[in-house]
């Protein structure tokens, strides 16, 4: 009789691990599209008959997350780079669109600001080419200043996005703190419910900064950013700062001590906007303010040298500028010649027919003056060039970095991914492993009615 | 491998880069154009700019050519004019030479050469666009006046001259004294005065003085109109050179930006090709599953 029962018992054990078996299919099933979710896999273990002699069943000998540490870590410094080099391509993408187009932008007015003296030495008392003179160097200017503003712009996004960034950065480090704290006190499932979640902040962050990653012992992870500086340590995070900085009011990104961290932020999207805030976009403006620079000096230079319609000595054609830092965005025409179209300096010599300072300014725009080895347009064309192709450089380095990241997500996949095939098959498989235990256990069963008939009789 | 399915990250993937192909050369068939952004190309959008800037520069070459080109024109008819002017008096200088010739003869002949004077002194004068053509630089002053009972040149010796091309440039502020005067000790205004004097007053020795600097005052005009008719050919070269050199520049910047549309066509048929077998690849794949199978 009792080697019945437990053969009842053993049947019982065995339909719960097929339902278990079921389940966690059901789960791995349910999440297949889960960010971050790792299969689960059941383990089953024989358990051996007590006295040695009866028949033994099956127990759940526990349920294994399904992931691999290195891959893990692997995922993350590729999704750092991915996000540096995609944030740079998109900042970098809506700078080049602010560059204009050929024939409409810079160019198209350095051109048309040369050639209206040009037009002007052809007939050097026209009060129609002397106003077109300085409606043209009014043009000039305004791009100049259009073109300045829109990189400060483009540096005020990028600022924007530091700061947006850093935000995220310490909203996912708080969260990881608090799955720490869960972790630790948490067994089974729930815990590798909790580091699903916390492998899914780590890759966002990754996404975001140059972070390192220590599993704790308990499943939990440290996070250290920058050049190793603590983030989140078990249970307690260490929140980044950001402070304003003078003059451009750029945020600088400080640690919970006040240390600025700025410089150490190479990767991520973060570590991307800073390149474009703090080194790309400052080297632009710097080119393009050189070049405003150097056309107001050698137009004033040019234009002083010569005489106006009244025979007086020209003066500075643009306001003078003191410095090439920020001369994009002060260029403008003199107010006092931009008032009289007399003051226009056409003349060499302080007769009035005299064209000679006209042609002088005409030529001037093929004179390599910028930095002693360009012309105004090539200067223009060089900065088109290298903002060309830094964004194709990112372009093509978030290409590479995506390819990388989707094959180690797919190397990942291989070993945490829920397979719908194989799912099915475990499906099947734990569906006729609880058939053919009913059946047993309706076997069994059957067989003790008989018994008990038997001994009712 | 364990390979698993994500319809999402794989098959999205693949439709957007498909996606993103097509819409590509979809544009630059549509627009005829190569690069849109600096980044599709930045050597070439570099190049596209120096193009453009050279186009501009020829175009203005060209601009400052149709201006000079009006001012050659009323400079060359402007000389004509003086030279008419010049053979007029010579022919009524002679008339009045030799001791047989009437008083009425030589009052008519004096009558003509005050004529040619004035109209000299007109043709001088001329402007153009408000500016004196022969007043040298000095523009906006009247050339030969005669204010003070005598004529005066107010212009001054440096003539005005334009670029027409980085190479050629041509006269168009002329110096009038250098027509007029020379190395004469007078104008030929004031000679034709004298010469009117004289041939009403049957000086011969006068008339002859003033025969030989009407002579070389011909000679003056008609070398300034040549000078002019050489500059009008200059400025004719220049703006065939202009020509050539705009549509290589033009060219140049064709090749620099714009799209090779076969090339281009053809490649966007392909890139919709793709983009449909990656629409139908993620559908078929996300529609076979074990699960289909088991019944």
């Known amino acids: 009789m009792s080697g019945l029962f437990t053969s009842l018992t053993n049947a019982s054990s065995a339909l719960n691990a097929a339902q278990y078996g079921l389940d966690i299919t059901g789960q791995n099933i349910a999440n297949m599209n889960t960010e971050g979710y790792a299969r689960r896999a059941v383990t089953l273990v024989e358990v051996p008959a007590p006295d040695g002699k009866s028949g033994g069943t099956v127990d759940i000998g526990g349920v294994q997350a399904l992931r691999d540490g290195l891959l893990e870590g692997r995922l993350r410094t590729e999704l750092g780079a991915q996000g540096q080099q995609g944030s740079i391509a998109n900042a970098l993408g809506v700078v080049e669109t602010a560059l204009g187009s050929t024939g409409s932008s810079l160019d198209a007015s350095l051109s048309a600001f040369f050639n209206s003296w040009g037009q002007l030495s052809a007939d050097p008392t026209s009060v129609v ?329 | 491998m364990r390979v698993t399915f994500n319809t999402v990250r794989d098959g999205l993937g693949n439709i957007q880069s498909a996606q993103e192909q097509y819409a590509e050369t979809q544009w630059q068939v549509s627009s005829g154009l190569r690069v849109r952004v600096p980044s599709d190309d930045p050597l070439s959008a570099q190049r596209a700019i120096q193009d453009q800037a050279q186009v501009s520069g020829i175009d203005a070459y060209s601009q400052i050519g149709d201006s000079a080109s009006a001012r050659l024109s009323s400079l060359d008819s402007t000389l004509g004019d003086i030279v008419t002017r010049l053979t007029q008096a010579l022919t009524a200088a002679h008339s009045a030479q030799g001791t047989a010739v009437s008083q009425t003869t030589r009052d008519a002949a004096a009558s003509t050469l005050l004529a040619a004077r004035d109209a000299i002194a007109g043709d001088i004068n001329t402007t153009f666009n408000g500016a004196y053509l022969f007043s040298g630089s000095n523009a906006s002053v009247e050339p030969y006046s005669n204010g003070s009972g005598s004529w005066v040149y107010q212009g001054d010796a440096n003539p005005v001259t334009v670029s027409v091309d980085p190479n050629r440039t041509v006269t168009i502020g002329v110096d009038g004294q250098s027509v007029l005067k020379g190395s004469d000790a007078t104008d030929v205004l004031t000679t034709l005065d004298n010469l009117a004097t004289a041939a009403q007053a049957g000086d011969e020795a006068g008339v002859a003085a003033g025969v030989d600097a009407l002579n070389r005052a011909f000679s003056r005009a008609t070398t300034a109109q040549t000078r002019v008719g050489l500059d009008e050919n200059t400025l004719a070269d220049g703006t065939d050179h202009l020509s050539t050199l705009r549509m290589a520049a033009t060219t140049q910047l064709s090749n620099d930006q714009d799209a090779n549309l076969a090339d281009a066509i053809t490649k966007m048929n392909q890139a919709q090709i793709a983009y449909q077998s990656a629409l139908g690849a993620v559908s078929t794949a996300s529609k076979t599953s074990l699960l289909d199978y088991l019944r």
Request: net charge negative; proline share 2%.
């Open chain 1, 129 to 457: 080419a002397r106003s077109s003179v300085l409606a043209q160097g009014s043009q000039l200017a305004s791009t100049f200043n259009a073109l300045s503003a829109r990189f400060d712009g483009a540096g005020q996004n990028a600022d924007a996005e530091v700061r947006s960034g850093v935000t995220q950065i310490n909203a996912l480090a708080g969260q990881i703190a608090t799955l720490n704290a869960s972790i630790g006190g948490a067994t089974g499932a729930e815990a590798q419910a909790l580091q699903d979640k916390e492998n899914t902040a780590l890759k966002t962050l990754a996404g975001l900064a140059n972070i390192t990653v220590m599993t704790r012992a308990d499943g939990g992870a440290d996070v250290t950013i920058g050049n190793g500086r603590a983030l989140v340590v078990g249970a307690n995070q260490y929140a980044l700062g950001l402070s304003s900085t003078p003059p451009s009011g750029y945020a600088a990104i400080t640690t919970t001590g006040g240390v600025d961290i700025t410089s150490e932020m190479t990767s991520g999207s973060v570590g991307g906007v800073l390149r474009v805030r703090d080194t790309l976009l400052p080297d632009y403006k710097s080119q393009l303010d050189q070049i405003a620079f150097t056309v107001a000096q050698q137009v004033n230079t040019a234009h002083q040298a010569g005489y106006d319609l009244n025979g007086a000595a020209g003066q500075a054609f643009f306001t003078p500028i003191a410095a090439a830092a920020g001369a994009a965005a002060a260029i403008s025409v003199n107010p006092t010649v931009a008032g009289d179209v007399d003051l226009v300096a056409a003349s060499g010599t302080g007769t009035t027919g005299d064209n000679s300072n006209a042609k002088t300014l005409f030529d001037l725009q093929n004179a390599r003056v910028v930095n002693g080895t360009a012309t105004f347009v090539n200067a223009w064309s060089q900065l088109v060039y290298k903002v060309g192709s830094d964004t194709a450089t990112a372009q093509t380095g978030e290409t590479t970095a995506q390819d990388v990241v989707t094959a180690v997500q797919q190397l990942r996949d291989s070993i945490s991914g829920v397979s719908l095939d194989q799912e099915a098959t475990n499906m099947l498989m734990y569906q006729r492993a609880y058939q053919a235990n009913a059946k047993y256990f309706n076997t069994v069963n059957s067989t003790l009615d008989t018994l008990m008939a038997m001994a009712g009789n």
